[in-house]
């Protein structure tokens, strides 16, 4: 079924696309022959800090223009910025989900007032203002805390509660199943049921869950950056980019265009096949339709 779903496959394109550019971003800007850390002034105009040329200074040097002020080359810093975007957005998915898979799984088993906790705490983080949370703790975070690091960690953190509740309703359906209950009438133990017979049949909804919520995390990143408290400069970031290409927009709106065209297919594939995979693994979907 995924490989007739067209979508899914246009966002399995764009997210092999960007990874490949994250992955070879040293040997593209090599063969490209720039760095997104070195200013070019001479590709300025130095009345008005202009890129030089047409279309944001787009040249064979160049293949997407410069910053203005800058000069620092614009595909150096989407190719890199894919990187940064791609490992923060794939290590704070992989700390919600862990973290969601072992409260939601654990608490739809246990049940009793263990579960209730879960509960009542996975309700009060989807309900905590996160976002100012995160702004104010990127800003009263000593620089020598690895901003990587920290963007991980706060982000991953964050996302566990709606992982948990779709983890916790799947465990409470399927320990009613019949096989649950012979394990347990066969003399199983609840650590036995819980790995063997339970956990197989939660990967579908973790890996369904896990692949959704992956853009969410590259656009809390970029966010964050456009914010100004996400990766510090001159490490490339897309929302960094985004937010210096506002007050040139009028004029030179080609700083925009890419890192926000990047920003979108790297969202909009992961979504799509996110969708895909879900219509694919869910044997149901065909019924609703």
């Given at each position: ?45 130095h009345a008005t800090g202009r890129p030089a040329g047409t279309l944001g200074g787009v040249s064979g040097a160049h293949w997407f223009g410069v910053e203005p002020l800058t000069g620092r080359d614009v595909f150096a810093i989407v190719a890199f910025g894919a ?56 800003a009263v975070v000593p620089a020598s805390v690895p901003r990587p690091l920290l963007l991980v960690v706060v982000i991953g953190f964050f996302g566990w509660p709606s992982i948990a509740r779709i983890v916790r309703s799947q465990t409470l359906t399927l320990k ?114």
């Amino acid at each position: 079924m995924l490989r007739t779903d067209r979508w899914a496959l246009g966002g399995v394109v764009a997210i092999v696309l960007l990874g490949v550019v994250a992955a070879a971003a040293n040997l593209l800007t090599a063969i490209e022959g720039q760095d997104p850390f070195t200013y070019h002034n001479e590709a300025l105009d130095h009345a008005t800090g202009r890129p030089a040329g047409t279309l944001g200074g787009v040249s064979g040097a160049h293949w997407f223009g410069v910053e203005p002020l800058t000069g620092r080359d614009v595909f150096a810093i989407v190719a890199f910025g894919a990187r940064t975007s791609f490992l923060i957005g794939l290590a704070a998915t992989l700390v919600s989900v862990v973290l969601g898979v072992l409260l939601g799984a654990s608490a739809g088993y246990l049940g009793g007032w263990y579960d209730r906790a879960v509960v009542w705490t996975a309700d009060v983080f989807l309900g905590f203002p996160y976002l100012v949370f995160m702004i104010a703790l990127g800003a009263v975070v000593p620089a020598s805390v690895p901003r990587p690091l920290l963007l991980v960690v706060v982000i991953g953190f964050f996302g566990w509660p709606s992982i948990a509740r779709i983890v916790r309703s799947q465990t409470l359906t399927l320990k009613k199943r019949n096989f649950v209950s012979a394990a347990r009438a066969l003399g199983a133990g609840p650590w036995h049921v819980f790995r063997v017979e339970l956990l197989p049949n939660l990967w579908a909804p973790i890996i369904i869950v896990a692949t959704l919520s992956i853009p969410g995390k590259i656009g809390l990143e970029a966010a964050l950056s456009f914010l100004g408290v996400g990766m510090p400069p001159p490490t490339p970031s897309w929302g960094r980019s985004i937010s210096g290409a506002i007050d040139w927009v009028r004029t030179d709106p080609m700083l925009l265009i890419f890192p926000g065209l990047a920003l979108f297919l790297a969202t909009w594939g992961f979504n799509v096949f996110g969708d895909g995979l879900r219509d694919a693994l869910d044997p149901r979907t065909e019924v609703r339709r």
